[in-house]
């Protein structure tokens, strides 16, 4: 398990530069954003409770007012107080078979997510902090002082999850910010008591809360209040469904002979023996970044690998060799799994060249008067 740790990261460097210089990088260090770079993760598989705004075991209760747009659910529990059906934008299951189903669900998603490994500890509060996607770790409980930043790196299927030992607690005021592709359904926590959202926060992902939510008056929330075995506050907030743009992988390879774009034959016209030069242009044509694509080409072998390609960008690779005689055809294929989903994703664009022997040739051309007089009698004239 990896350890977000400032305190040892200063201590080497007091030992390396001394103590006095460190007293004031130290007050400095202390108050910067820390930004922990974490892996990539699958998102947990929510079952059902990927259709409730609000799921609890005992109680559902408000203060009046706000609004819950997808469904409401209590199961085993009846008492439902303060919430109209009006507020609700999705279905009202109480003490029903669907709500069975998705309690049932909703344990089998906080084993998804409390079972995911290489996490990043963190502890205390993660206020003021930017994460990358991947997996943390608090041991007991997890607070949100200011703003928390998750930061997709443009990817928007990247995926976060916090497994808090105990308690969450956001504070007054306090908010989540998504930048750069991050997505409000693929953030989970699971929390291993309960969690409470502070008045006027802005939150944002799925709370898989082993015991009871509270969420305060003001507060907004992009994702779902998912109570095992307690009850769901609900003091007047707003709970909308989290926004999910789905990457869509897309892969392009362009390949010339010559500069020339010869899908069809013949295409340029070469000399037998002389240099050829194949260009692959890649491009990503996708809203997702690709890795690790590789660039093969029938006839000629293995051209190279693309490292990493942002969406919207390409990549040039070339490659040469020596014309042989006649009509020659040969065809380039880009390649690369994509992360999330595990399949693969492909393209292939074929070129042609045709190639003679270059043999020597002489003609000689007379004319008589001007004429072509290949023929008697030719031009007639005067003695």
């Not at 409980?141 to 443009?154: E, K, Q, R």
């Not at 969450?168 to 592709?181: D, F, R």
């Not at 693969?344 to 072509?372: F, R, W």
């Amino acid at each position: 398990m990896k350890t977000l740790n400032q305190t040892s990261v200063l201590g080497r460097w007091m030992h390396f530069i001394g103590f006095p210089l460190c007293v004031g990088l130290t007050a400095l260090f202390l108050m910067m954003p820390a930004v922990v770079v974490s892996q990539t993760q699958a998102p947990v598989n929510m079952g059902t409770t990927a259709n409730f705004s609000i799921l609890a075991a005992t109680t559902i209760t408000s203060t009046g007012g706000g609004t819950i747009e997808q469904s409401l659910g209590l199961s085993p529990g009846t008492a439902v107080t303060g919430i109209l059906p009006a507020q609700v934008g999705g279905e009202w299951h109480v003490a029903d078979d669907v709500a069975v189903l998705a309690q049932t669900d909703w344990v089998a998603a906080y084993g998804d997510a409390a079972g995911r490994s290489g996490a990043v500890t963190v502890s205390g509060d993660i206020g003021g902090m930017t994460l990358a996607p991947g997996v943390y770790e608090s041991m007991s409980s997890l607070g949100i002082t200011g703003n928390l930043t998750l930061d997709a790196g443009g990817n928007v299927d990247a995926v976060w999850i916090f497994k808090v030992g105990s308690t969450l607690t956001t504070a007054t005021s306090s908010g989540v910010i998504l930048i750069n592709g991050a997505n409000a359904c693929n953030i989970f926590w699971a929390v291993g008591t309960s969690a409470t959202l502070g008045t006027s926060s802005d939150f944002k992902g799925n709370i898989l809360a082993s015991e009871t939510i509270t969420d305060n008056t003001g507060a907004s929330v992009e994702g779902r209040l998912l109570a095992h075995t307690g009850a769901v506050t609900f003091n007047g907030s707003e709970i909308s469904e989290p926004g999910c743009i789905k990457g869509v992988p897309g892969l392009d390879i362009e390949k010339a002979t010559n500069d020339q774009d010869a899908d069809l034959a013949p295409g340029p016209q070469v000399a037998v023996g002389s240099t050829v030069t194949w260009t692959y242009v890649v491009s990503n044509t996708g809203n997702v970044p690709l890795t690790s694509i590789q660039v093969v080409d029938d006839k000629v072998g293995t051209i190279g690998t693309i490292t990493s390609l942002a969406p919207g960008a390409s990549s040039t690779l070339t490659k040469t060799g020596i014309a042989v005689v006649g009509q020659y055809e040969n065809t380039a294929t880009a390649t690369t799994t994509y992360i999330y989903d595990g399949e693969e994703y492909s393209d292939s664009d074929m070129s042609h060249y045709i190639a003679q022997v270059n043999t020597p040739g002489l003609d000689i051309e007379k004319a008589t008067n001007g004429q072509d007089a290949d023929l008697a009698p030719g031009p007639q004239v005067a003695v």
